[in-house]
C-alpha cells in the first residue's frame, strides 16, 4: 500500500526537520515537496495531494510556535493527520449478519478484477463457515461465466449462471431468488464491467441494484489506477451505494494511491486487498490498525492523539 | 493554465528561478492529465531549457513560446520514428508462403484477449485469415473467452463470404500447458493450413513476477514473432513506465539469443474511459521510444483506431 511504501520517504522527509537548525518557512516548504512528490509518483490524487499541502501549511503558525521541539512536532502531526485521512473515510466497515441472507453486489470498470475477487470473498467466508455462494451477472463479457464457473468449481462454490440469457437483471434476481430460498447466508453478485461514459452500462448497473436490493456494494479498483480514478469512483457511487472498496494486483509494483482516490470518491473503507491471482491471495484490510502501523515506524510513534 | 506564465513579462532574460513557479504549474497539470511525474518533471525541464535566457516582450509571447515548446514536444513523443505497417508485413509475408505472427503481452486485465479480438477483426476485414493461439493456459475462463470470440467473428464472416473457407479458427490445448510450446504448434498448424496470421493471446503477468516473466521470455525467444505488442490501459498511472521497462529488460535478459526481440509496439487500451486525461500516450510512448499502433475505444469490434497525436496534445494543453 501507498501509505506503507511511503513511510520510509516521509521519515526521510520528517528527519529534515530534525536535522535543520532552525524550522522555518523554507524547511517546511522543502519537506512538503518531498512528501507531495511522492504521494504523486504514488498516483495519489492530485486535488488531494494540493489539500493536504494546504492544510499541513495552514496548521503551523510560525509567529506563535515556541521552541523547535515544539514546531517538529507540530509538523509531524499535522502531516500524519492529512495522511490519514486519505485511508480513514471515517465510517465503519459494513459486515454481514450470521443467519439472514447477506446481498453483496461488486462493481466497477472493466478488468480491475471483480471476477477473480468474488471468488476471494466467497473463499474467505465459505473457510469461516458462511454458507456462501456465486452468481455471475456478467452476459457481456465473452467467457465470463466459464470464468466463474471454473473458479468456484475449483474452490467448491456454489453457483449461479446462464450461457442463454441475455438480461442480467434476470439472472441477478433468479440467482438471489434461488440462494435466498435455499437459506444461504453470503450471496455475491458478479457483475460485467463499465465506465461512467457509457450511460447504457450505468443504467444496467441501476437495475440490477434496485433489482436485487443488495446490502452492500462493492467498488474494485486496480492498484496501478492513475489520475482517472476519482471520476470513475465518484460516478460509480452516484449511481449506487457503494459502500466498500477493495484494491487488486497489489502484488505487482504499483503503490495504489490511484485507488485511494475511490476512498475519498465514495467515503468508503478498503475492506480487502488482492495479492496475486490464486484464491487465496487476499488479505483483510483495516484500517485503524494499518494507521497505526503506519505511526509505530521509528521514532514517529505516538506523535498523533498528542 | 498558460496565464501563470503572466508574471513573467518584461523579465530581463528569464532565469529558471523566474520560470520555476510557472513550471511547477504545468508540471501539475500534466500529471492531472495522468502523465507519469518524473516524465511530467521532464517534459518541464525541456521546457525550461528552450525558455532559459530568452527575452519575452509580452504575455503573448511568452505563454506563446511556451505552449509552442510544449506542443513541440509532446508532438515529438508521440510521433513514431518507425512505422508499423502491419497489413504491408503481412503480404509480404504471405508472399514468402509463411504466417505472420503477432504476439500480445501485458500486465492482467488490460485488454490484451479483447484487443486481440478487435485486431483479428480488421485483419478479417482485410481479406486475411487468422489462427488464434490460445496461450493463456492460466487464468479461468481464458480459453472459452476467445472460443466464445472465435465464434462471434466466424458468424460475422462466415465462409460464404471468403469463397467457402473458413476465416478464423482457435488453436487451444486448454490450461496447464507450456505456452510457448502451443505457440509454436499454432504457428506450424497455420504454415500447413495456409493462415496470414496467427495472433498469440497470452496470460497477464505483472512485470516483477520473475518466473511468468521468463516463461513469456522464453515464447517469445522461441517463436520469434513477427510483432510483439505491448498491451497497455489508458487507466494506468506512474506505473505505465515500469510496466514497459521491465517487459523489455526481461524480454532481453532472459532470452538466452544473440538478438533478443523486444516491444515492437503498443496497443493503448479503454482510450474511452479517461475523458481528458490522456497521459498515459505519453508515459508509454516516452518510455519506450515505441509506437502505439493501434488505440482500444470501447468493446466492440470496430472500436480500434490509430493514435490521433493531434487530438491527444490538444487534451492535453487543454
Ligand atoms: N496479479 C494479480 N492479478 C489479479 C488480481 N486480481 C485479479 N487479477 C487478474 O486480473 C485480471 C482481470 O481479472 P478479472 O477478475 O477478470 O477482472 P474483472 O473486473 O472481472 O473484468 P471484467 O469482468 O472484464 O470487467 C485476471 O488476469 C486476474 O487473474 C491480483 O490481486 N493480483
Ligand atoms: N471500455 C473499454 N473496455 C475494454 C477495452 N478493451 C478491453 N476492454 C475490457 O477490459 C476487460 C478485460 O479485457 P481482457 O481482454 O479480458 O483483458 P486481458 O488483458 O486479456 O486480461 P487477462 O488475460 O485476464 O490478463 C474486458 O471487460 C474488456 O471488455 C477498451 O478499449 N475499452
Ligand atoms: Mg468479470
Ligand atoms: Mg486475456
Known amino acids: ?23 522555518n518557512e523554507e524547511v517546511l516548504q522543502s519537506m512538503l515537496s518531498e512528501i507531495c512528490r511522492a504521494l504523486l509518483e504514488a498516483d495519489v490524487n492530485i486535488r488531494l495531494v494540493k489539500k493536504l499541502r494546504e492544510n499541513v501549511r495552514s496548521a503551523i503558525d510560525f509567529e506563535e510556535m515556541a521552541s523547535g521541539l515544539n ?92 450461457y442463454t440469457e ?7 434476481s433468479d440467482g438471489v431468488d434461488k440462494f435466498k430460498g435455499e437459506n444461504f447466508e453470503i450471496i455475491i453478485v458478479d457483475t460485467s464491467g463499465r465506465h461512467k461514459q457509457e450511460d447504457s ?29 476519482e471520476g470513475q469512483a465518484r460516478a460509480f457511487k452516484e449511481k449506487v451505494d457503494v459502500g466498500s472498496v477493495i484494491v487488486t494486483k497489489l502484488d505487482g509494483h504499483a503503490k495504489g494511491g490511484g485507488a485511494l482516490s475511490a476512498v475519498a470518491a465514495t467515503q468508503s473503507p478498503i475492506i480487502f486487498i488482492g495479492t496475486g491471482e490464486h484464491t487465496d ?3 483483510m484490510f483495516k484500517t485503524q490498525p494499518f494507521i497505526k502501523k503506519l505511526l509505530n515506524m521509528g521514532d514517529i510513534e505516538g506523535l498523533i492523539d498528542k | 493554465f498558460f496565464s501563470v506564465f503572466r508574471g513573467l513579462v518584461g523579465a530581463k532574460g528569464l532565469t529558471k528561478e523566474a520560470l520555476q513557479p510557472a513550471l511547477d504549474t504545468m508540471g501539475d497539470h500534466l500529471i492531472a492529465k495522468n502523465v507519469a511525474a518524473d516524465i511530467a518533471k521532464k517534459m518541464c525541464d525541456s521546457v525550461a531549457t528552450k525558455l532559459e535566457g530568452k527575452v519575452l516582450g509580452t504575455f503573448s509571447t511568452i505563454a ?100 467457402g473457407r473458413e476465416s478464423v479458427h482457435l488453436f487451444e490445448k486448454g490450461y496447464g500447458k507450456d505456452a510457448a510450446g502451443i505457440a509454436m504448434q499454432a504457428i506450424n498448424t497455420a504454415r500447413e493450413m495456409r493462415h496470414d496470421v496467427v495472433l498469440v493471446d497470452t496470460a497477464g503477468r505483472m512485470q516483477d513476477n520473475e518466473p511468468l516473466m521468463r516463461a513469456l521470455a522464453k515464447l517469445i525467444a522461441v517463436n520469434s514473432p513477427d510483432l510483439v505488442l505491448f498491451v497497455g490501459e489508458a487507466l494506468v498511472g506512474n506505473e505505465a513506465v515500469d510496466q514497459l521497462v521491465k517487459f523489455n529488460q526481461a524480454l532481453a535478459d532472459h532470452s538466452n539469443v544473440q538478438n533478443p526481440r523486444t ?56
Request: net charge positive; proline share 4%; with cysteine.
Open chain 2, 263 to 318: 516491444i515492437d509496439g503498443i496497443v493503448l487500451t479503454k482510450f474511452d474511459t479517461i475523458d481528458d486525461k490522456v497521459g498515459a500516450a505519453i508515459s508509454m510512448t516516452y518510455t519506450t521510444g515505441q509506437p502505439i499502433v493501434f488505440v482500444g475505444t470501447g468493446q466492440s469490434y470496430p472500436d480500434l483506431r490509430s493514435l490521433n497525436a493531434k487530438a491527444v496534445v490538444n487534451a492535453l494543453l487543454k
Open chain 1, 166 to 172: 441475455a438480461d442480467p437483471v434476470v439472472i441477478a
Open chain 2, 64 to 163: 506563446y513560446t511556451v505552449k509552442q515548446s510544449l506542443n513541440e514536444s509532446l508532438v515529438q513523443i508521440l510521433t513514431p520514428k518507425r512505422r508499423v505497417d502491419i497489413l504491408r508485413d503481412v503480404l509480404e509475408s504471405q508472399r514468402a508462403g509463411k504466417p505472420y505472427v503477432i504476439t500480445f503481452c501485458g500486465v492482467n486485465g488490460v485488454g490484451k484477449s479483447t484487443n486481440l479480438a478487435k485486431i483479428c477483426f480488421w485483419l478479417m476485414e482485410n481479406g486475411f485469415r487468422v489462427l488464434i493461439a490460445a496461450c493463456d493456459t492460466f487464468r479461468a475462463g481464458a480459453v472459452e473467452q476467445l472460443r466464445t470470440h472465435t465464434a462471434r467473428l466466424s458468424a460475422l464472416h462466415p465462409p460464404s463470404m471468403h469463397g
Open chain 1, 71 to 162: 514546531k517538529r512536532k507540530m509538523i509531524q502531526s499535522a502531516v500524519f493527520r492529512e495522511l490519514v485521512k486519505l485511508v480513514d473515510p471515517g465510517v465503519k466497515a459494513w459486515q454481514p449478519v450470521k443467519g439472514k441472507p447477506n446481498i453483496i453486489m461488486f462493481v466497477g470498470l472493466q478488468g480491475s478484477g471483480k471476477t477473480t475477487t468474488c471468488t476471494k470473498l466467497a473463499y474467505y467466508y465459505q473457510r469461516k463457515n458462511w454458507k456462501t455462494c456465486l452468481i455471475c451477472a456478467d452476459t457481456f463479457r465473452a467467457g465470463a461465466f466459464d470464468q466463474l464457473k471454473q473458479n468456484a468449481t475449483k474452490a467448491r462454490i456454489p453457483f449461479y449462471g446462464s
Open chain 1, 201 to 229: 452500462l450505468f443504467e444496467e448497473m441501476l437495475q440490477v441494484y434496485n433489482t436485487i436490493n443488495p446490502d452492500n456494494v462493492i467498488f474494485v479498483m486496480d492498484a496501478s489506477i492513475g489520475q482517472a480514478c
Open chain 1, 1 to 23: 500500500m501507498v501509505l506503507a511504501d511511503l513511510g520510509r520517504k516521509i521519515n526521510n522527509a520528517l528527519r529534515s526537520l530534525s536535522n535543520a537548525t532552525i524550522i
Open chain 1, 281 to 283: 491471495d487476499f488479505e
